[in-house]
């Protein structure tokens, strides 16, 4: 994922497993803060409506903090739980933060899920678990801003109702990313598998947002709409 002249740092705090890279020190500062506010907001807000934290279903929020508000919007669009876009709409939240900062690279890398804004082009892995291309390929964005997320029926540990090795979302940006991705994985399942693939394309195109899309399932792939260019890798030498 790093380029030269980039800044790239690790940070971690509870669930959020990031991966910072941005051209300014201040950046990565700022998107560190981000997540630290945007986290404490959260829990405090779920403390005092538990159905938002534990619904599968969209929840509408009244008065509520952005974060909130930005999950609550994007699980709507593919009609699954607030949680399910969680890990993208923070990360959202950062690189709007590193941008207003004057940042011309911001990149947020939450659990798995990227919101990215840049000047230049921007190259990250596909994580299918153990499956042959999770060590082979990935994807070098050049057009931003952009959310990419994936999701997993197999490998992730968070819950799915589907088996699909892996659903990459490209959308307007992470928060609407991560909760499509969650939402196609749900639904990619059965023995029919181009059918599985065909109808995960479509309900993925189907929702607000989402700008392309990517599946792995039972190692055949389908993809859709407006995908990266595909690249290698680690390749073998």
Excluded: W
């Excluded at 819950?159 to 659903?167: E, N, P, T």
Aim: glycine share 8%; with cysteine; hydrophobic share 40%.
């Amino acid at each position: 994922m790093t380029k030269q002249h980039l800044i790239k740092e690790a940070f971690r705090l509870k669930e959020s497993n990031c991966t910072i890279i941005s051209d300014q020190k201040s950046g990565i500062e700022k998107a560190k803060s981000s997540i630290k506010h945007h986290r404490k907001q959260l829990e405090t807000y779920v403390n005092e409506h538990p159905q938002f934290l534990h619904s599968f279903e969209p929840v509408p929020v009244g008065r509520a903090p952005k974060v909130a508000q930005l999950m609550a919007e994007a699980s709507a669009k593919a009609n699954v739980g607030p949680m399910a876009a969680v890990a993208g709409v923070l990360a959202d939240l950062a690189v709007q933060e590193m941008i207003d900062s004057g940042c011309k690279v911001a990149v947020m890398e939450n659990g798995g899920e990227v919101s990215a804004v840049s000047d230049q082009p921007i190259d990250i892995g596909f994580q299918a678990g153990d499956e042959p291309l999770s060590r082979e390929m990935g994807f070098r964005l050049t057009k931003f801003p952009v959310g990419v997320a994936t999701s997993s029926g197999r490998f992730s540990h968070a819950f799915s109702f589907g088996d699909a090795d892996a659903v990459t979302i490209f959308a307007v940006d992470a928060g609407v990313a991560d909760a499509a991705a969650t939402a196609v994985a749900n639904l990619t399942k059965g023995d029919d598998v181009p059918d599985a693939i065909r109808q995960g394309i479509d309900d993925a195109l189907s929702i607000d947002g989402v700008q392309g899309v990517f599946i792995l399932y039972r190692g055949v792939v389908g993809r859709a709409g407006q995908v990266p260019e595909l690249i290698k890798v680690n390749p073998k030498q």
